[in-house]
């Protein structure tokens, strides 16, 4: 299948060096099983450690509260539903490569897409440094929820 490089990177608003790795962001485990390439699931994971440590300090220096406060504020920030609504959004989700099967069954909303958002600031990270990935995140889901609190 033909992966849209530079789309995407237009999208995401960050060129990758590393092309194979922006595109394994986009590989899900159905697709990857069926084409023998290497899927995101362990970029969805060091992705939501590295989100959650840009959006803790931007809480740490912009918001005002205790450790409760910020902590929850936080886990809105971090979930799902903003993960996923930034994906759509940039329409990143139109870019997922699935296999035959997944293709068949899947549904917007599920969490596949949201791991999408977790995978590409992986990658950007890997790919370029802390920098590059905080921008992307400042620019996605920070800049919604300093919107949203408008």
Request: hydrophobic fraction near 40%; charge should be negative; include cysteine.
């Amino acid at each position: 299948m033909i992966f849209d490089i530079d789309g995407v990177e237009n999208l995401i608003g960050y060129s990758f060096k590393n092309k194979m790795l922006l595109r394994q962001c986009f590989t899900h485990a159905s697709y990857a099983n069926e084409h023998g390439e290497n899927d995101n699931e362990l970029l969805e994971f060091f992705g939501d450690s590295i989100i959650e440590f840009i959006v803790t300090e931007y809480l740490f220096k912009n918001e005002h509260g205790d450790e409760g406060k910020l902590t929850k504020k936080r886990a809105e920030l971090v979930s799902k539903d903003p993960l996923l609504r930034s994906v759509k959004k940039l329409g990143l989700h139109e870019f997922v490569l699935l296999g035959r099967g997944q293709e068949k069954a899947f549904n917007l909303d599920e969490k596949l897409f949201s791991s999408i958002y977790e995978a590409v600031v992986a990658g950007i990270y890997m790919d370029g440094g802390l920098s590059p990935a905080k921008k992307f995140v400042e620019r996605t889901i920070v800049a919604d929820f300093i919107k949203n609190q408008s």
